[in-house]
């Protein structure tokens, strides 16, 4: 009994081409819709590049792309088809590619949801990427005289200030770090010495931040230096104070950020393919209620349906044929024989 | 002697209101494009308001939103007469309106010009508005108590950081007022009171820039306190130091952002004002081309179109004569075809004097 039949007289078969061609174009601009959204987000990932330790995540928006040209070429072939499919004599040329069209239409569909799967699942990956890469680069915070990470300082800074964050977990993480270059050292100074000698590596760590670690919104000038020294400055406690630095760390910004980006990008690419689903569909039912057509008499009412037969009985169909194809060579042979013995019993007995 | 004749066939004439008609078009979009550059340039005034003191003068910025509108409705008006200037009857409606629009025209195409050059001179009274509200957002930099001055401070380093620049002509103005309000400052403490006493009007001023000031591209960490003692910091010459803060004033920077924007908008409306005249001398052509059929009864005779009936100087000779007959009241109804009455005949005429088909026709109406 075959799936989903419908009825299909002349009239709507018209009307059903007509819609398809509407919808594959619809379908065209989703895929371009897709494509430039892929590149989007790829864009946006370059940007932060040097802040990421690796570029996992960076599949997402490769499959955007790609399956956004694959959906633009199925679709104009589509659109194609449905013009020729009212002409009896110029249908059946396309006949032989709907199989493969509808195993790729069925592909990109997969695809599309796959990628937005990704972008929730990846989110873990991005966050590592991010830990490592906010790591080294508060580490070379310093090194503005070595080549290739001279401008890791004026990208830490310039991160921090637009996403309005401070160090990697939070502003502490400045602590651990000597940020300041040896060039800007003075190493006879007693100061300098006793801090210097106070670590076992011999860095000069101090609970002090960069000037992009300050808040504009706070209501007095920005405390920099002797963050945990209350005594250090007039009318001030550094557990209760909030708005004198960013509290936020940058690892947390920039997820959130991300993760934002996909939000809004994740119900765009479900409405894509639900369009490509809904061409899909049309094309079957236009397919089958053509072949339902009577030769003689091309302006007859004919059945349309998804399947010939149902879903159970199509994967047993489709099971018995892959299994034939695999088998076909020693099958052949075998029978051969059987048939010839057969024959032999059969002159024999008779 | 008329000025530019071009002889027309019913082709010509189809082409040239075919092509009018899409020229209209696209100057209705340019007459949109002006009002969104208005509406752009006010919304970007009102956000920098508190730094002018909220004393700018949104008269440009109203000027090319009025202007914008007054094109839409203008162009969409000619690309309508275009559309209706093959169908003759459609036409003769609109034939009597086509002299004031014509006109009506060629003063929008001055107002045009008035405004890109407005859009230019802008600068200057903006230079003045901006050093004064500069000067007093610096001052008001510590009130971050007092009611409706609170984000001054926020909104002044936002907008250090957003256009790199540091205090008013330079980062000097800094040096001259007290940016750390009073509520941090320890009065207890020697070094306060040192500086307190040390000047008049009892300011605490010191030689030291906010945070906003910083460059971030500078290889050594920001130096913002006693920015002009060399001792006080190893390796430092703030002489020869130009990386660490920013050296430009915001006044010039905002000036510069505001000038480029306004260079923009006035180039684009003296493209415009180019549209326009196209578009304008166009519409002359199928004027007068439809006008002038040499058989008024067949529609796709021959026809001559021209820009001016006579020379520009026979023209300008007309309307001045023109001006002074209206000035001297109605002493010329008499008199016939020496005189400067307007006269409609098939199609108007520019000037006053009657020409030649018109003076027989009036003959013709005198004898019968």
């Known amino acids: 009994m075959a799936l989903l039949k419908l009825q299909f007289p002349l009239q709507r078969r018209v ?24 590149v989007y987000l790829k864009t946006e990932l370059l940007r932060r590049a040097e802040v990421m330790d690796n570029t996992e995540i960076h599949v997402v928006p490769n499959i955007l792309m790609l399956v956004g040209l694959i959906t633009i070429g ?43 799967v990704l972008s929730y699942a990846l989110q873990g990956h991005l966050e590592e990427s991010l830990k490592v890469g906010l790591r080294n680069g508060i580490r070379f915070y310093r090194d503005t005289d070595v080549p290739g990470r001279c401008f890791q300082k004026e990208t830490i800074d310039r991160l921090q200030m637009e996403l309005r964050c401070c160090g990697n977990t939070n502003y502490r993480d400045w602590f651990e770090v000597q940020w300041i270059s040896n060039r800007y050292l003075d190493f006879t100074s007693k100061e300098v010495k006793d801090r210097v000698r106070s670590n076992v590596d011999g860095r000069y760590l101090m609970d002090g931040v960069p000037f992009s670690c300050c808040n504009p919104g706070s209501p007095r000038p920005c405390l920099q230096n002797h963050l945990t020294d209350n005594a250090a400055h007039y009318n001030y406690e550094h557990q209760s104070e909030e708005l004198n630095l960013y509290i936020r760390g940058c690892r947390q910004a920039l997820v959130d950020y991300y993760m934002g980006l996909m939000n809004t990008i994740g119900p ?83 | 002697m ?119 001179l802008m600068r200057i009274p903006l230079q003045f508005t901006l050093a004064e509200g500069l000067k007093n957002a610096l001052k008001f930099y510590k009130d971050t108590d007092t009611p409706g001055r609170c984000y001054m401070k926020r909104t002044l380093d936002q907008m250090q950081i957003e256009f790199r620049c540091c205090g008013n002509n330079n980062f000097r103005d800094w040096f001259e007022i007290q940016w750390v309000s009073n509520r941090y400052l320890d009065f207890s403490a020697k070094e306060v009171k040192d500086r307190i006493g040390s000047n008049v009007d009892g300011k605490y001023l010191m030689d030291a820039v906010p945070f906003s000031c910083c460059n971030p591209g500078s290889p050594r960490p920001c130096i913002q306190y006693q920015v002009t003692n060399n001792t006080a910091h190893y ?49 002359q ?42 000035s001297k009241g109605n002493a010329v109804e008499e008199g016939g075809v020496e005189g400067v009455a307007t006269f409609e005949v098939d199609c108007w005429r520019i000037g006053g004097a009657i020409g030649d088909e018109a003076r027989v026709k009036v003959a013709e109406v005198n004898q019968g």
């Not at chain 1, 009307?15 to 892929?38: E, H, K, M, N, P």
């Not at chain 1, 088809?81 to 006949?95: E, G, I, N, T």
């Not at chain 1, 879903?311 to 010839?340: I, P």
């Open chain 1, 268 to 350: 765009g690419i479900l409405s894509v393919i639900s369009l490509q689903m809904s061409v899909l569909v049309s094309l079957r039912y236009l397919q089958t209620s053509l072949d339902g057509v009577d030769p003689e008499n091309p302006e007859a009412d004919s059945e349309g349906y998804i399947l010939a037969k149902g879903v159970k009985e199509t994967m047993m169909d489709v099971k018995n044929t892959m299994f034939n194809l695999l088998q076909f060579g020693q099958v052949e042979a075998g029978d051969e024989a059987e048939a010839g013995e057969d024959g032999e019993k059969a002159a024999t007995s008779s």
């Open chain 2, 2 to 120: 008329a000025l530019m004749v071009v002889k027309f066939d019913l082709k010509k004439r189809v082409k040239l209101a075919q092509f009018l008609w899409l020229m209209y078009w696209f100057s209705v979009m340019a007459g949109v494009l002006v009002f969104s550059m208005g509406l752009f340039f006010k919304i970007e005034l009102r956000k920098r308001s508190e730094m002018m003191d909220n004393n700018e003068s949104h008269f440009v910025p109203n000027l090319l939103i009025a202007v914008g509108l007054l094109a839409c409705g203008i162009n969409a008006m000619g690309g309508k007469i275009c559309y209706d200037s093959l169908d003759p009857i459609k036409f003769s409606r609109w034939k009597p309106m086509l002299k004031p629009f014509l006109v009506s025209c060629v003063a929008f195409n001055c107002l045009l010009v008035l405004t890109a050059l407005l859009c230019f």
């Open chain 1, 15 to 38: 009307r059903l081409a007509q819609s398809l061609w509407l919808l594959s174009w619809l379908a065209v601009l989703a895929g371009a819709f897709t494509f430039s959204l892929g």
């Open chain 1, 74 to 116: 199925i679709n104009l072939f589509a659109g194609r088809v449905c013009q020729d499919s009212l002409d009896s004599a110029r249908f059946p040329p396309w006949k032989p590619f709907l199989l493969p069209w509808y195993g790729l239409a069925w592909m990109v569909c997969v695809w599309l949801l796959s990628a937005v």
């Open chain 2, 285 to 326: 052509y199928v004027n007068t081309s439809q006008c002038n059929l040499a058989n008024p009864e067949d529609p796709e005779s021959e026809s001559e179109g021209w820009i001016l009936e006579k020379t520009v100087k026979e023209t300008f000779t007309d309307i001045m004569d023109k001006m002074k007959a209206m």
């Open chain 2, 235 to 283: 390796s430092y010459d703030h002489h020869t130091e130009d990386l660490n803060i920013w050296k430009r004033g915001c006044r010039d920077a905002l000036i510069s952002y505001y000038g480029g924007m306004m260079n923009t908008i006035g180039a684009l409306v003296l493209l415009v004002v180019i549209l326009e005249v196209i578009v304008m001398i166009g519409l």
